[in-house]
């Protein structure tokens, strides 16, 4: 350790230098941890000596500049240099007038800010003011983890390669470094802000060493945010490009596709007539020729097309590379975590996010626009819903796993126009026959006078059929022949979908140079590292105790996540209960009001009763099915993190079953309500179905629950997309950032930042975090499941689909562009397990329209009808035959109407197959029942078969990858092989130039046709400057950043990375 006292005292006078440093090396392992707790009791034990502890923050380095330190000490401050040909000096961070209001570059005004850090500086108290060293009283300051204090430049700016000398770098060695001073009245912080200072310091100064380059505030406030922005340079962008195998243009073009004259004819007036629709971005389409593309390599970049080092890797992707290394840097004396995410979990950063390009809105002439603005302008606005998407630019901008989302977005929106043209079509089919449907006009004739039994017990009376000619007649409108057909048509839609977008997603991965990539290495979770590193501190306890050495523990078993899966099954039991329970309390509220409203003396409100009880029960369903929605999304959350994932991948994949499974049910367990079991277990009269004992179970209306069933399915399906989807993705957004502001607004460090123009990461840092596409994903599956699964029901499901998804790309486009700050750009090769939910609802859903059709509508009934009881080979009659009869006297005592005004009826009709009560064995199932009920089997049966046969020949008629594709891509091989063939010939060429200059009469051996390299012996040469190939690992890559060579790739990496 090293202590040092003020000039005042006796003590540092005698050592002859009042700044002088002694250093004791303090032999930390890789693996150990300095904690915050145990100095702030180290300098409370030495408080005899008069010495009081001091904050661990920054110290001011002036006084620094001015020590005599010792030969390895200023090796050691010089630890993190990089040694580049460009050194900048160290300077100020205020604005320079190259980026003057911008803030996307250091305050050189050349090195643009690739990322930015964020944390909240809560105490400041270790920023002594120059009056304190006149105070006698002797304070102790601690520099933990081994870090030398930064210098006066390095709260302005620490360059990790370009910026002049190591003098403001932390040194990450093994020390610990106690000065004595004079300090002033300043009040120690708390211990946990000193840790997160520490790991601070230990983090950034494990990225100077990787590479990157770091500037801060050199305004340091005692309260408030503060912002570290990182630069990757060339080097490190080229070095993790190759690690990464980013795919990268070569100088070589060619030609995508060799049209003949015919196909190249139409293809220009295709484009001609999509060029109304097409946004005005530059480089939209690729044209005829396209850059042959290969993973990035240093040792080849003679061949790539390197116009600028500085816009070679466009933004997304030098964020990319940049959140690699932030990934998998590591802290290991502080706090033992890997990664910016961890940090973050641990609070000891706020935020870590890259920059967008500037303000959206478009300042200066359209040719200057940058990405956003251009975004903001051709895709980010309602007035745009006509034109296509530049999926291009959103790849570029956002990266690929949310251009996959629009490009899928788009495609799903695009098939929806022909499903709502059928669809159109299929109603407009019922609204021109419902004036010659025969059963229809039956039940409106008052002629033929049906009376029907009461609707509930005692209080309603009998009532005659040709009432509820209304509901027939609506009923029409969604019940015909033309149901089924389009029942058949959605189906092999739904397949047709999902092939298409497998070929559009090939044709992506080509064009986005997808092909051929490997996943990338995922490191563990914050929360699965923290349970790990608990579950070995115990077994090490346990192992102190059995004096037994036994192998460390590297990862959970199952029975760790035990109690996590029986919280997880139980809970979602619950969920699926409460579902249930809602839905159940919803039916007790539709029979309770039925019966209230039966009872009104007033006989408009009798006659309304279905309409009124059957809208207000959807209305209430809607608000349950909102509220529900988002307390499911909470607990999918909860219930995931109990399982411990150990990836991110992992963790995302189990959310969104989780997810999906309640809202699947909490969306759809009213439709299947309505769809399957109302109206089937209610009885019949004198022997009907009571809940409580005293409430008689529903019936469906006598036209059929169909039109129920559409006045359920719409009203969800609206109201959820009108209020979940647009009001709250809108409303709430708006209103978490208004609540944010006025939080910033009350302080005064926000009224001096108000006087200066904002930054680009002061502006980003106010805007909302990603939080992923899982809620945009959802919304549209459930949509997918309105518009798929009960789409027999209700026709115009697709129209109204098209019409919210044409806003709703709009409104998540603009979300994107204005309200989010920019993620981190991903690499995807597909839309993930959301193809998976896609194609089982696809399967689901014909099954689901067969038993709709069959069970639900009356097409079945009709048809057995019409060709075994049918005289005349007509509907004439079908509406006679569907009633069964009842007599009177047969009514349970206190069940018959109380006071009728029919007179004297001694028999009432009902919707069933039953026997008459003059036949032996009254009110039974009849034969009739039966047929029905084995066409309606047969029909199912026939139905999905048939689907599924047809499914299985489009999806084989249309192959998964384009042809031209397949072309281009053995295409690119060849022009790739060849690419290399020549430069290797070019090389041998070169190496035979050589030689025949050095020794023109030892002439080399001329290759043969097919060969690319020097026919000489292979062994290369043992010595230190052999020929051999240069090592490729991670490791060494880190060795051109270190003072000396690391004795093992291994060992070096081990220190910042987890590969």
Not at 170 to 195: K, Q, R
Request: net charge neutral; hydrophobic share 40%.
């Amino acid at each position: 350790m090293a202590f040092r006292r003020s000039t005042s005292s006796t003590w540092t006078e005698s050592r002859g230098n009042g700044r002088g440093f002694i250093q004791v090396a303090t032999a930390l392992s890789e693996s150990s941890s300095i904690h915050s707790d145990a100095l702030y009791h180290l300098t409370r034990d030495v408080s005899m000596m008069g010495l009081d502890p001091l904050s661990y923050s920054i110290l001011e380095a002036e006084p620094y500049k001015q020590e005599v330190c010792n030969e390895e000490a200023q090796t050691l401050l010089k630890r993190h240099s990089m040694q580049t040909d460009d050194k900048i000096p160290v300077v100020s961070s205020a604005s320079s007038p190259q980026d003057s209001g911008e803030g996307l570059h250091f305050s050189d005004g050349r090195r643009k800010v690739d990322y930015v850090l964020v944390f909240h500086q809560r105490r400041h108290s270790s920023i002594r003011s120059p009056a304190s060293t006149s105070v006698s009283h002797d304070r102790l300051s601690i520099v933990s983890n081994g870090n030398f204090p930064p210098s006066l430049g390095s709260e302005g700016r620490v360059g990790g390669g370009g910026g002049g000398g190591g003098g403001g770098e932390s040194v990450s060695i093994g020390e610990v470094f106690m000065e004595l001073d004079s300090g002033g009245g300043n009040e120690a912080a708390e211990p946990a802000d000193h840790e997160m200072q520490l790991i601070r310091q230990e983090f950034e100064a494990n990225l100077l060493e990787a590479g990157l380059e770091i500037e801060r505030d050199r305004e340091v406030k005692a309260h408030g945010l503060s912002f570290t922005r990182l630069h990757a340079p060339w080097p490190v962008l080229c070095r993790e490009a190759e690690f990464l195998k980013i795919k990268v243009p070569t100088k070589t073009r060619y030609e995508i596709k060799e049209e003949g004259a015919f196909s190249s004819s139409m293809s220009s007036m295709w484009r001609k007539l999509k060029q109304p629709f097409q946004p005005k971005v530059l480089h939209q389409d690729h044209g005829p020729t396209k850059f042959l593309t290969h993973c990035f390599s240093r040792d080849k970049l003679h061949l790539y097309n390197i116009t600028s080092k500085d816009t070679f890797f466009d933004n997304a992707t030098r964020g990319r590379i940049v959140y690699e290394i932030l990934r998998r840097t590591v802290c290991a004396r502080t706090c033992q975590t890997i990664g910016i995410t961890t940090l973050i979990a641990k609070g000891v950063y706020d935020a870590a996010f890259p920059l967008h390009d500037g303000d959206f809105n478009t300042t200066g002439h359209t040719e200057e626009r940058n990405d956003r603005q251009v975004l903001h302008e051709e895709w980010a606005r309602y007035s745009a819903f006509y034109k296509y998407q530049p999926i291009d630019l959103v790849r570029k901008y956002f990266g690929e796993k949310i251009g996959l989302y629009f490009a899928w977005l788009g495609v799903y929106t695009q098939l929806l126009v022909p499903a709502s043209i059928v669809g159109i079509i299929v109603f407009g089919y019922g609204v021109a026959t419902v004036d010659t449907n025969i059963p229809s006009l039956e039940m409106c004739d008052q002629r033929f006078n049906f009376t029907m039994c009461p609707l509930c017990d005692g209080a309603c009376d009998f009532w005659q059929l040709s009432t509820a000619c209304g509901t027939a007649r609506a009923s029409h409108l969604f019940d015909n022949p033309a149901t089924v057909f389009f029942a058949i048509f959605m189906s092999l839609w739904a397949v047709l979908f999902l092939e298409h977008w497998k070929r559009r997603q090939i044709s992506l991965s080509f064009s986005w140079d997808l092909t051929g990539i490997e996943e990338d290495e995922e490191h563990p979770r914050p929360k699965y590292e923290t349970i790990l590193l608990q579950k070995r501190q115990r077994k090490q306890k346990k192992k102190k105790k059995k004096k037994k050495n036994q192998a460390a523990i590297e990862k959970l078993t199952w029975k760790d996540r035990l109690p996590g899966y029986c919280i997880n099954v139980s809970s979602i039991l619950f969920m699926f209960g409460l579902t249930f329970s809602a839905v159940f309390g919803v039916i007790i509220y539709r029979i309770t009001v039925s019966a209230l409203m039966a009872m009104s003396p007033d006989p408009e409100t009798k006659s309304n009763v279905r309409v009124t009880v059957t809208a207000t029960a959807v209305i209430i369903n809607l608000v349950v099915i909102l509220i529900l929605d988002e307390i499911y999304g909470a607990v999918a959350v909860w219930l995931t993190e109990l399982e411990i994932p150990k990836t991110e991948t992992n963790f995302e994949e189990r959310l969104i079953l989780k997810a999906f499974l309640l809202k699947f049910m909490n969306a759809y367990a009213p439709i299947f309500y309505v769809a399957f079991f109302k109206g089937r277990f209610a009885g019949r009269p004198g022997s009907y179905v009571y809940v409580f004992n005293d409430y008689r179970m529903e019936e469906c209306a006598p036209g059929g629950c169909l039109i129920e069933l559409c006045i359920q399915l719409s009203i969800i399906m609206l109201g959820k997309q009108l209020i979940q989807n647009n009001i709250f993705e809108i409303g709430i957004p708006k209103l978490k950032k208004l609540v944010r502001t006025l939080k910033d607004k009350g302080g005064v460090e926000k009224e001096e930042e108000e006087e200066r123009l904002p930054q680009q990461w002061n502006l980003d840092y106010a805007l909302a975090p990603f939080e992923g596409l899982t809620p945009e994903y959802m919304e549209m599956i459930i949509q997918f499941g309105f518009v798929s699964l009960f789409v027999a029901s209700f026709p115009l499901a697709p129209l109204f689909a098209l019409l919210n998804n044409v806003i709703e790309i709009r409104l998540d486009a603009k979300k994107f562009v204005t309200e989010l700050r920019r993620p981190v750009a991903a690499r995807a090769k597909d839309i993930g397990i959301w193809y998976n939910i896609l194609s089982g609802m696809g399967k689901f859903s014909v099954i689901i329209n067969a038993f709709v059709i069959s069970f639900t509508s009356d097409f079945i009934p009709r048809l057995v009808y019409q060709y075994m009881y049918s005289h005349t080979g007509t509907m004439h009659g079908f509406i006679d035959h569907t009633l069964s009869y009842f007599n009177v006297s047969n009514f349970k005592p206190g069940t018959a109407p109380h006071n009728s005004h029919h007179g004297d009826v001694t028999v009432c009709r009902y919707k069933d197959y039953r026997e008459p009560p003059w036949s032996p064995d009254a009110y039974q199932f009849s034969k009739q029942y039966w047929c029905v009920l084995a066409a309606r089997l047969a029909f199912v049966i026939l139905f999905q078969n048939l689907v599924m046969f047809l499914s299985l020949v489009v999806a084989w008629v249309i192959p998964d990858i384009p042809k031209t594709i397949v072309e281009q891509l053995k295409r690119e091989k060849k022009l790739l092989v060849n690419l290399f063939l020549r430069e290797e010939k070019d090389k041998f060429q070169l190496i035979q130039s050589l030689f025949a200059k050095d020794a023109p009469h030892e002439p080399l051996p001329i290759p043969g046709r097919y060969s690319t390299l020097p026919q000489c012996p292979t062994q290369a040469p043992t010595g230190d400057e052999g020929g051999g190939p240069r090592a490729r690992c991670r490791a060494a890559s880190f060795s051109l950043y270190t003072r000396k060579i690391p004795p093992s790739p291994r060992n070096e990496n081990s220190r910042h990375t987890a590969v």
